[in-house]
């Protein structure tokens, strides 16, 4: 099955590596489906990144901003990470070939998830936390 999935994404790589495909490709996906397919396939898309042109998918994320912020608030953090922490020259390029306010959006999303997950009621500068009013 690994081979398949190879030969898959060294084909979808090629695919989109041409950036009038990607852009358009992008203008038309429902980024639910997309984060559904991303967070259920971790193999498929390590190998899918490390065929694809960093560039090319940095300019169609930049011709399709609001793509992007709508696939980030779908995306499964730790799905996500292994295909990223194995691609990290891909992820380094593509980060420098964004436009900075779509870099800066997409960063609010995942900040926003990040604080909505943490966030725990009472842990402010002025309440103190439970464990050290207990203490006193």
Do not use: C, H, W
Not at 32 to 53: C, E, H, P, V, Y
Not at 60 to 79: G, H, Q, V, Y
Not at 101 to 122: D, Q
Request: proline residues 4%; without cysteine; charged residues 25%.
């Amino acid at each position: 099955m690994s081979q398949l999935f190879r030969k898959i994404g060294t084909l979808t790589g090629k695919m989109a590596g041409r950036e009038d495909l990607t852009a358009g490709m992008l203008s038309s996906l429902d980024p639910k489906a997309l984060a559904r397919a991303i967070n259920s396939n971790g193999a498929f898309m390590t190998q899918l990144i490390a065929n694809l042109d960093p560039k090319v998918i940095a300019d169609s994320i930049n011709r399709n901003p609001d793509f992007m912020t709508r696939l980030m608030k779908e995306l499964d953090a730790s799905a996500v990470a292994e295909s990223v922490n194995k691609n990290q020259r891909f992820m380094t390029k593509m980060i420098e070939n964004l436009n900075p306010n779509v870099f800066t959006r997409s960063m609010n999303v995942v900040f926003n998830k990040i604080r909505r997950a943490t966030y725990r009621p009472g842990l402010s500068e002025t309440e103190p936390e439970e464990s050290s009013v207990k203490s006193n």
